[in-house]
């Protein structure tokens, strides 16, 4: 049995190793860290390895790793595969200013799976990916503004973070309607004037206000299961709808795929049936490695072409497409067969499954949300549709904070809202200790 009050003390301890390299960094990193998403209170642990489903942190305590950078690591850490390619490669150079062949296989292999892409391009992160595809519809339609969907995130692009985290008393504006809210401090208004916020499967409000902006409307951004906005998916008939809509009025739609692909072999657009006009990649597709990538028709990617003289929106980066981030996520994707999808979606759905049983026996109001191999706690029994729906309240999110904590101390490593995703070298064993460890934190909570 673990010992969680030795556990806890040591990550706790002021002189554990934890506390000592928070104290280190605090003086050369703002808040100590280069990710606010990694920062959680009173400091966080830090990795020192990882192996499988394990991680391991500087104070030698071992937890199974639900997180996986943030959904990026889906064959978790230190694969022998993607570390025999990368190795391979070190060999024959780590960046070089022409192409090489290493992303023409795996742009292959992606326009393979994903039905709506034709033609690709690499980034370094999701955040350029979908900075790269509003641009990418700005230059093919000639209109300034984007529509994007209330609480979703979509990385750190001034006009993809508009109202990512509005606070309830701003939720609305004089006729009801999503309040364009900056994110982060010091937002131009020329940005939030530019992004008209929609609430998420709401067909009649989404019918209206592309309607009353569709002769500026570039592009609507969409996540069809966006992970900061409730870890629910898009209504079937509502993304069919959205589809319908932005086809008529000749916007183009954005599907926002850096999280998503991961649910199926060809992403959430292969499972909902639904084709956008363009969709940003991540995380998954680069083994580990930073990567972003966005693709989508032929027509619309022809933005990038400079073989016909100056491209209408001029894309460069100097590690875009770098052979090790190529061969890693190349190695990486020929390994999520459809058959390993549909395993690693069956143990989400066990642990789904399981952490409501957890929730019931505790008899704790709640519910557990997410699609193939993702999941997310609420503390409430009321359906969740959209971010509003997601929102915790305070008392909620103290014991989501609570229970964060109690999991930390029985070796489960989430995010600290309770979000998690699954890795190929989990099996039934790493799904029930982090049912039981959930279900030992809730009664601690």
Same mark, same amino acid.
């Given at each position: 049995?673990v010992?969680?009050?030795?556990?806890?003390?040591?990550?706790?301890?002021?002189? =554990?190793?934890?506390?000592?390299?928070?104290?280190?960094?605090r003086?050369?990193?703002?808040?100590?860290?280069?990710?606010?998403?990694?920062?959680?209170?009173?400091?966080?642990?830090?990795?020192?390895?990882?192996?499988?489903a394990?991680?391991?942190d500087?104070?030698?305590?071992?937890?199974?790793?639900?997180?996986?950078?943030?959904t990026?690591?889906?064959? &978790?850490h230190?694969?022998?595969?993607?570390?025999?390619?990368?190795?391979?490669?070190?060999?024959?150079?780590? @960046?070089?200013?022409?192409?090489?062949?290493?992303?023409?296989?795996?742009?292959e292999?992606?326009?393979?799976?994903?039905? =709506?892409?034709?033609?690709?391009?690499?980034?370094?992160? !999701?955040s350029?990916?979908?900075?790269?595809?509003?641009?990418?519809?700005?230059?093919?339609?000639?209109?300034?503004?984007?529509?994007?969907f209330?609480?979703?995130?979509?990385? =750190?692009?001034?006009?993809?973070?508009?109202?990512?985290?509005?606070?309830?008393?701003?939720?609305?504006?004089?006729?009801?309607?999503?309040?364009?809210?900056?994110?982060?401090? &010091?937002?131009?208004?020329?940005?939030?004037?530019?992004?008209?916020?929609?609430?998420y499967?709401?067909?009649?409000?989404?019918?209206?206000?592309?309607?009353?902006?569709?002769?500026?409307?570039?592009?609507?951004?969409?996540?069809?299961?966006?992970m900061?906005?409730?870890?629910?998916? +898009?209504?079937?008939?509502?993304?069919?709808?959205?589809?319908?809509?932005?086809?008529?009025? &000749?916007?183009v739609?954005?599907?926002?795929?850096?999280i998503?692909?991961?649910?199926?072999?060809?992403?959430?657009?292969?499972?909902?049936?639904?084709?956008?006009?363009?969709?940003?990649?991540?995380?998954?597709?680069?083994?580990?490695?930073?990567? +972003?990538?966005?693709?989508?028709?032929?027509?619309v990617?022809?933005?990038?072409?400079?073989?016909?003289g100056?491209?209408? @929106?001029?894309?460069?980066?100097?590690?875009?497409?770098?052979?090790?981030?190529?061969?890693? +996520?190349?190695?990486?994707?020929?390994?999520?067969?459809?058959?390993?999808?549909?395993?690693l979606?069956?143990?989400? @759905?066990?642990?789904?499954? !399981?952490?409501?049983?957890?929730?019931? *026996?505790?008899?704790?109001?709640g519910?557990?949300?997410?699609? *193939?191999?993702?999941?997310?706690?609420?503390?409430?029994?009321?359906?969740?549709r959209?971010?509003?729906?997601?929102?915790?309240?305070?008392?909620?999110?103290?014991?989501?904070?609570?229970?964060?904590?109690?999991?930390?101390?029985?070796?489960?490593?989430?995010?600290?809202g309770i979000?998690?995703?699954l890795?190929?070298?989990?099996?039934?064993?790493?799904?029930?200790?982090?049912?039981?460890?959930?279900?030992?934190?809730l009664?601690?909570?």
């Amino acid at each position: 049995m673990v010992d969680t009050s030795t556990r806890e003390e040591r990550y706790l301890d002021p002189a =554990s190793e934890a506390a000592t390299l928070y104290e280190r960094a605090r003086k050369v990193l703002p808040g100590g860290n280069t990710r606010t998403t990694v920062y959680h209170a009173p400091h966080p642990s830090y990795a020192l390895r990882g192996k499988g489903a394990t991680l391991i942190d500087a104070d030698g305590q071992e937890r199974l790793d639900f997180i996986n950078n943030y959904t990026a690591l889906i064959h &978790g850490h230190a694969d022998p595969d993607i570390q025999a390619a990368v190795i391979e490669q070190l060999q024959y150079g780590v @960046a070089f200013a022409m192409p090489t062949e290493h992303e023409v296989r795996l742009a292959e292999l992606l326009t393979e799976r994903i039905p =709506s892409v034709e033609q690709m391009r690499f980034t370094n992160s !999701g955040s350029e990916a979908v900075m790269m595809a509003i641009k990418a519809a700005r230059a093919y339609t000639g209109r300034p503004k984007i529509a994007k969907f209330e609480g979703c995130y979509h990385g =750190s692009y001034d006009f993809a973070e508009v109202s990512l985290s509005t606070p309830p008393e701003q939720w609305s504006d004089s006729d009801g309607d999503p309040v364009s809210w900056p994110y982060s401090h &010091g937002t131009p208004q020329g940005v939030l004037d530019n992004v008209i916020v929609i609430p998420y499967n709401d067909i009649p409000a989404m019918e209206r206000l592309l309607e009353q902006h569709k002769s500026d409307l570039a592009a609507v951004l969409l996540d069809p299961m966006p992970m900061r906005a409730g870890l629910v998916p +898009g209504e079937p008939d509502f993304l069919a709808r959205v589809r319908e809509v932005t086809q008529a009025l &000749g916007i183009v739609l954005i599907f926002d795929e850096v999280i998503s692909l991961r649910v199926g072999y060809e992403g959430a657009q292969g499972i909902v049936g639904v084709m956008p006009d363009l969709t940003t990649m991540g995380k998954i597709i680069g083994g580990g490695f930073p990567v +972003g990538a966005l693709g989508g028709s032929a027509e619309v990617m022809s933005v990038f072409d400079p073989s016909q003289g100056y491209p209408k @929106a001029p894309h460069g980066g100097t590690f875009n497409a770098n052979p090790i981030t190529m061969v890693a +996520g190349l190695a990486a994707m020929r390994k999520m067969t459809p058959d390993e999808f549909a395993r690693l979606n069956t143990l989400g @759905a066990q642990i789904r499954e !399981g952490i409501s049983e957890a929730m019931d *026996g505790a008899r704790i109001e709640g519910q557990v949300t997410g699609m *193939g191999s993702l999941f997310q706690i609420h503390l409430h029994a009321k359906p969740v549709r959209n971010y509003r729906d997601s929102y915790p309240n305070k008392d909620a999110a103290a014991q989501l904070g609570r229970i964060h904590r109690n999991l930390m101390a029985r070796g489960i490593f989430t995010a600290p809202g309770i979000t998690g995703s699954l890795s190929t070298p989990m099996g039934e064993a790493e799904i029930n200790a982090c049912v039981d460890a959930f279900a030992a934190a809730l009664r601690d909570a």
